[in-house]
Nanobody, 123 residues
């Protein structure tokens, strides 16, 4: 089982940027698909982005497409989420998760989760 730790969250103004990191230990991330999810108070956890372990194929939720970029550094065993042009509606706790599936998208497709990092975007 891979262990995941997120970092990089914080408070930022509308239009600002943050880069989240998801560092893995226990096993290499290179054979996992890794996704980012977020959960705002009173709302369900929603898919944000994911990167496959096959050819590093990337896919995004429509709400973040063009603003967020997911990437992976297998040498550092870390996956990143670069978030630009942030909006107040991006405010949430962001979680990274790992899956052995090729193109996972649902929370149930992922078997390992980090503890989350808070992102707050002020208007």
């Amino acid at each position: 089982q891979v262990q995941l730790v997120e970092s990089g969250g914080g408070l930022v103004q509308t239009g600002g940027s943050l880069r989240l990191s998801c560092a893995a230990s226990g096993r290499t991330l290179s054979t996992y698909a890794v996704g980012w999810f977020r959960q705002a108070p009173g709302k369900e956890r929603e898919f944000v982005a994911a990167i496959s372990w096959i050819s590093s194929y990337r896919y995004y939720a429509d709400s973040v497409k063009g603003r967020f970029t997911i990437s992976r550094d297998n040498a550092q065993n870390t996956v990143y989420l670069q978030m630009n042009s942030l909006k107040p509606e991006d405010t949430a706790v962001y979680y990274c998760a790992a899956s052995s599936q090729q193109l996972p998208r649902l929370p149930g497709d992922f078997t390992s989760w980090g503890q989350g990092t808070q992102v707050t975007v002020s208007s």
